[in-house]
């Protein structure tokens, strides 16, 4: 009974300024500082890992805690308010908790929206199919899946099939002359996830190339070549805006991580966007993009 008895006194004594907000004792400065600044941080914080959870409970729990927080930040400000109404009339704090009531709505409203969106269902990505040919095959006697034509996202979707079918799978053969980076970048990370090799036996240029990287092991054939170049202004997809220098900075890390030897990685996009640099295997091998001879 005596533990018993110190932890309520000291639960109550936690709670106590939660219990004076509540009633409108606190200053307007000490309300905008600690109740909705700081427990607003709070709020975001201890929410922030609610994307390991099944997405319709964490936007519960998003709009559940902001809604409850948002509550008992304006009522008590709002009591604080009507207190400072009486003869003698504090202006300043009247005006005060004003404030307090709209910064608390800007913030836990921001904070509560981006939780929300976070986990709402994203849109695939859109392929452009109407003008892009690409074909995605599986070569049971090799153990392969081939990727021919232009890299997309449909590739992506296509690539995702062939492993489901084909589990066995053990590596990727690429020919292509490029395409979309953000569609290369989703393939090289389901190339990676299932551990699969890379080989090119033609041309892999451009986008191609970020496929390729995915790889664990990475081959060419005698008559296989890598093309690298800068990356265009323009968004194909239309629908945002990027900045083609910081995309490249993007895929010179991964290529780093990717174990690529940083004199390498200098000449990656030095040629124009209408141009192609093709290393020989030679350099290919002493970078590291590739990981055995040429055969």
Request: aromatic share 8%.
């Amino acid at each position: 009974m005596l533990y018993w008895g110190m932890f309520v006194r000291s639960f109550k004594r936690l709670l106590r300024p939660v219990a004076d907000h509540w009633q409108g004792a606190h200053h307007w400065l000490v309300t905008l500082a600690i109740s909705v600044v700081g427990m607003t941080y709070i709020y975001s914080a201890a929410l922030v890992r609610l994307p390991e959870l099944p997405a319709t409970f964490a936007i519960a729990c998003w709009v559940g805690v902001g809604g409850g927080l948002l509550v008992w930040q304006i009522t008590g400000a709002m009591r604080a308010i009507n207190a400072n109404l009486a003869p003698p009339v504090d202006v300043a704090s009247v005006y005060g908790g004003y404030i307090t009531i709209v910064v608390a709505l800007v913030l836990v409203g921001v904070k509560m929206m981006d939780g929300v969106t976070s986990h709402l269902p994203k849109p695939e990505p859109i392929a452009l199919l109407s003008s892009a040919t690409f074909d995605v095959s599986v070569d049971r006697a090799s153990r392969s899946i081939s990727i021919k034509g232009e890299i997309n996202y449909g590739v992506s979707a296509a690539l995702g099939g062939a492993l489901k079918r084909y589990p066995d799978a053990q590596r990727v053969v690429l020919q292509s002359t490029g395409g979309q980076i953000f569609a290369a970048r989703t393939i090289a990370r389901q190339i990676g996830q299932h551990a699969l090799d890379t080989h090119v036996n033609g041309d892999c240029f451009s986008a191609c190339t970020i496929v390729f990287m995915g790889g664990a092991k990475r081959t060419l054939g005698l008559k296989g070549q890598l093309g690298f170049h800068r990356y265009a202004g323009t968004n194909p997809l239309a629908v945002q805006t990027v900045d083609p220098v910081d995309e490249q900075q993007k895929d010179l890390d991964f290529f780093r991580k990717r174990g690529v030897a940083p004199t390498f990685l200098k000449e990656i996009f030095q040629a124009g966007h209408r141009e192609i640099w093709r290393p020989d295997h030679k350099a290919l091998l002493a970078a590291s993009v590739i990981t055995a001879v040429p055969q």
